[in-house]
């Protein structure tokens, strides 16, 4: 009986499943009619609270239409041709269906003998980004959720490699102002406190500033301590500046340490001839960072933590116990869950896999060119506006501005107009932009890697900016 029951209801599923596929067509189709934020309504969430977990359950269409209606239909739009917030998500149909796919048939992509071909694509595709990067055989890596846990992984990895554990007490790590957070947050997590991480001030470009990485590296050693690790960013997410990596890894040479790469943003330039040469030097670090769901149309999260030796990871993260043993097959044989923190690990890179197999890496190569010229679009408009001031210039897709009216303001008040026009385009739908802090200026930052972000769109989006900051000031 149970069996009977469970065979009608899958007939029931995949009648929904048809009907999913058919509206999600539909939805990135128009995508671009939506509104970018769509509020979700507390009639909504007063219907989730009052759900229990129920002991029968109830009929999947009813669940179904539900979660469209309560869940899925009130959220950002990442994906959104016109979310310049952040970075946003490219997220494509070919990665959504490498995702359904891979989702479907649930594959455990720990190990060769689990899913023989998986195993191969991924390592497949690591080869081939290590090779982007400039990296020398012996290298490798592995698929991860994102770039915080690229970053952790990485890190872990360089703590093991270069200290003993006797001196991690010691040791000191060096990063800009300009480091994303999740690099000090996995520091915290293994192992080290604030005392043991110098933020090191940037240039005029919002680079680390490589002399002053020098001087501190000194002072530290002076002091007793133990330099162990640099962090260079390729495409902060502020501004998407690149740091000198050439000159950071002559430091790192020099004192003996480890030279990590956040590339989780920029990386994605290396599939262009164009834009790839603001990467240079990438490949002289011992590690990198690199997020797929970025720059490269996927959806989240397939990153990659790639490393110059791979036997740093399995240094970190091998284990056998006796219930692998089978699984492993040959004991000399380095799998997936050797080289990171998870043993059940979902088959991230197949949707990757797809979409190159598809696009190819020129039309790849075209996003990542056309996301920086539509910045430097925007900039040219900006030059051209009255009032409005370039505080980080374009950038890998990324630019920072601000208004600032004739007549003067107080730091405080043109803050105050800036938050007040970010918030305004937001609210409208059309766009999303959001503020940040840049050299203690409140400035709006457009990100503009989206591939299927028009010229319309950024001028659209300026000129709105521009009604929005007249009716701002008007209003003070």
């Known amino acids: 009986m149970e069996k009977e029951r469970m065979r009608e209801q899958n007939g029931r599923i995949g009648a929904l499943m048809k009907d999913f596929v058919d509206r999600t067509a539909d939805f990135y189709d128009h995508l671009k009619s939506q509104p970018v934020i769509r509020p979700t309504e507390e009639s909504a969430l007063q219907r989730l609270e009052q759900e229990t977990i129920p002991a029968h359950g109830r009929d999947v269409e009813k669940v179904y239409e539900e979660m469209l209606r309560d869940v899925y239909s009130g959220t950002l739009l990442a994906q959104h041709p016109r979310s310049f917030a952040c970075v946003p998500s490219t997220a494509s149909m070919l990665s959504w269906m490498g995702d359904v796919m891979t989702n479907a048939y649930n594959p455990h992509a720990s190990c060769r003998n689990n899913a023989p071909a998986i195993d191969l694509i991924e390592k497949k595709l690591i080869r081939w980004m290590c ?23 990485a890190l872990t990895a360089a703590r093991d490699t270069r200290l003993r ?27 080290f406190t604030d005392g043991q991480i110098r933020r090191i001030p940037t ?3 919002f680079c680390i500033d490589v002399g002053a990485l020098e001087r501190e590296v000194r002072r530290d050693l002076e002091r007793g301590r133990k330099p162990f690790a640099a962090i260079a960013s390729a495409g902060t997410t502020n501004t998407g500046s690149v740091d000198p990596m050439t000159e950071i890894s002559g430091v790192c040479r020099s004192f003996g340490m480890w030279l990590h790469v956040d590339g989780a943003f920029g990386a994605s330039a290396l599939l262009s001839e164009q834009r790839g040469a603001a990467l240079q030097g990438i490949g002289l670090s011992d590690s990198i960072s690199w997020d797929a769901h970025k720059w490269l149309m996927q959806t989240y999260g397939c990153s990659v933590v790639l490393v110059r030796d791979r036997v740093a990871l399995s240094g970190s993260f091998a284990a056998h ?29 197949l949707k990757l896999w797809i979409t190159l197999q598809t696009a190819g890496t020129d039309a790849m190569g075209r996003v990542i060119e056309h996301g920086c010229a539509l910045a430097e679009l925007a900039q040219r408009e900006l030059e051209r506006m009255d009032g409005w001031e370039i505080v980080s210039p374009a950038r890998l ?14 730091q405080e008040e043109l803050a105050e107009v800036n938050r007040r026009i970010a918030g305004r385009i937001t609210e409208s739908g059309y766009a999303q932009i959001f503020t940040t802090q840049l050299r203690a200026k409140t400035v709006l930052r457009m990100c503009t890697i989206h591939p299927e972000t028009t010229e319309e769109d950024v001028l659209g989006t300026l000129d709105r900016l521009r009604r929005y900051a007249l009716e701002t000031v008007g209003k003070l």
């Open 131 to 153: 090779g982007l990067a400039g990296y020398p055989e012996g290298s490798g890596g592995l698929f991860v959720s994102g770039g915080s846990i690229a970053n952790l992984t």
């Open 165 to 191: 554990a006797d001196e991690r007490s010691r040791a000191v790590v060096y990063l800009s102002d300009q480091t994303h957070a999740s690099v000090v947050k996995g520091l915290h997590m293994i192992g």
């Open 203 to 205: 240039d005029e470009e």
């Open 321 to 349: 116990p006796e219930y692998l043993r089978d699984a492993a097959g040959a004991e000399e044989s380095v799998e997936f869950w050797d080289l990171g923190p998870e043993l059940t690990r979902p088959a991230r890179c």
């Open 397 to 410: 897709g990324v630019l920072n501005f601000r208004y600032v009216p004739d007549g003067g303001m107080a």
